[in-house]
């Protein structure tokens, strides 16, 4: 055997492997404590935070909005704040494919959130990074579609 030979078995492995990995993942169901809630306190316990569709059900595919309800830890509305939106799919190890953005501020402590798209379904994390007087801090929903 000449090395072009064995370089292209070896090859063929490789290719062979990181489609198996990759099938595994994409087959991979979420873990069974996931914590699937849409209300809870930041990272650092700096802000309660919620999210929630503005239309229900959830739905793979289209574009929708989100809102989310920020509040000091005793139920103050939080104004002003900056937020970043990301997230993925853990178990694929990739991005939302889609740029969410918070665009507008809605009163109440309650912020929208256009731009959101899942495009399959499974395990996805919705990640908030949060700037206000408070100070910094962030948060991480889970969702399973």
């Given at each position: 055997m000449n090395r072009r030979s064995v370089a292209f078995i070896l090859l063929a492995i490789a290719i062979a492997l990181a489609v198996g990995v990759i099938g595994y993942g994409m087959m991979m169901t979420p873990p069974d404590d996931l914590d699937l809630s849409r209300s809870k306190a930041s990272a650092k316990?700096?802000?309660?935070?919620?999210?929630?569709?503005e239309k229900e059900?959830?739905?793979?595919?289209?574009?929708?909005?989100?809102?989310?309800?920020?509040?000091?830890?005793?139920g103050?509305?939080?104004?002003?704040?900056t937020i970043a939106v990301g997230g993925g799919m853990p178990q694929h190890g990739h991005g939302l494919p889609t740029q969410p953005q918070a665009t507008?501020?809605?009163?109440?402590?309650?912020?929208?959130i256009e731009g959101v798209r899942f495009n399959m379904s499974g395990w996805w994390e919705f990640k908030f990074d949060i700037k206000a007087a408070a100070g910094d801090d962030s948060v991480v929903f889970n969702l399973t579609l």
């Open positions: 316990g700096l802000y309660a935070v919620a999210v929630a569709p059900p959830l739905e793979q595919g289209p574009l929708h909005n989100w809102v989310l309800t920020l509040k000091t830890p005793d103050a509305p939080v104004e002003g704040a507008a501020y809605l009163g109440e402590g309650r912020y929208r």
